[in-house]
């Protein structure tokens, strides 16, 4: 959407054509871009790389070293390449922690700030995907939930909201938000609780929410298996997030799949949990 408004601005005429096609249109173009979100990927973007004029490669699973440039990164997107009706981007990048099961830290480095939300945020819109890897963290947090608050903007925090530095200031801030799912139906807030070594932070950082007036049912928490906790501690984490009135949703690392964390992520993201023990489920 950056490239499509820098190109348009420039006088030219864009296309965009989303997803794997066995044969691109390559004699309609001058200049082609790809992005490649996931490594398995890689082969296909460099067989059409290879038909596509004057053609650039990029992405998470291309290279994490290439960057827009500035002009570009920091312009309003266009919006209408996808027929939007909410706004996107990055108050900050990078992150505070240095999880091995992230690429964040490699990719984008440290916290840094990066813009303010008026630099996305599209006037006609009255509703906004955050997508700081860390919101928590950024420099600018105080300052950004302010502007949500005062401007009535309907907020999803897409990557979540990291439990271990949710303050009193914060959470009363975030409390007075209008926080919503992506969906913009329903709301809805995102932590994770990926580690059991940081379950008293995880349990503080939950009481202060609740606390504060944001409802637990609001709350999904994201619980990471497969990676670095047994099965005994995934269940743990799952029962604990259950009594806080929480949702709990198991994320299997790198889609492990075993016959255990199978059934344990259909009992779980399936809400079978609601009405049935795992005793009796499995």
């Not at 398995?40 to 070293?65: F, H, I």
């Not at 809805?188 to 990926?194: G, P, T």
């Not at 929480?246 to 790198?254: G, L, T």
Request: hydrophobic share 35%; glycine share 6%.
């Amino acid at each position: 959407m950056k490239l499509s408004a820098h190109y348009k601005r420039e006088g030219w005429e864009v296309d965009f054509v989303k997803g794997i096609h066995p044969s691109p249109p390559i004699h309609l173009y001058d200049k082609s871009f790809i992005s490649v979100i996931f490594s398995q990927n890689r082969e296909k973007a460099l067989e059409y790389a290879m038909m596509l004029p004057n053609c650039t490669v990029g992405g998470s699973g291309w290279d994490y070293s290439i960057k827009l440039d500035h002009d570009i990164e920091h312009i309003l997107p266009d919006y209408s390449l996808y027929n939007l009706d909410y706004s996107l981007g990055f108050t900050s990048r990078g992150c505070i922690r240095n999880c091995g099961f992230c690429v964040v830290p490699e990719k984008e480095g440290f916290i840094h700030d990066h813009a303010p939300i008026t630099e996305f945020l599209d006037p006609m819109h009255n509703k906004l995907i955050l997508l700081d890897n860390n919101f928590g963290a950024s420099p600018r947090w105080r300052e950004n939930l302010e502007f949500l608050i005062e401007n009535k903007i309907k907020v999803n925090f897409n990557q979540g909201i990291d439990i271990r530095l949710v303050t009193s200031e914060f959470a009363d801030l975030l409390a007075e938000t209008k926080y919503y799912n992506h969906r913009f139906k329903k709301r809805a807030l995102y932590v994770a609780f990926d580690d059991m070594r940081y379950k008293n932070q995880f349990l503080k950082g939950m009481l202060t929410l609740r606390a504060r007036g944001i409802n637990p049912s609001h709350i999904m928490v994201y619980i990471l298996v497969g990676y670095n906790t047994t099965f005994e501690q995934d269940l743990e984490r799952v029962d604990l997030v259950k009594s806080l009135g929480s949702v709990p949703y198991i994320m299997r690392y790198n889609q492990v799949k075993t016959p255990e964390l199978n059934k344990l992520a259909r009992w779980v993201n399936g809400r079978y949990h609601e009405f049935i023990e795992w005793s009796k489920y499995k």
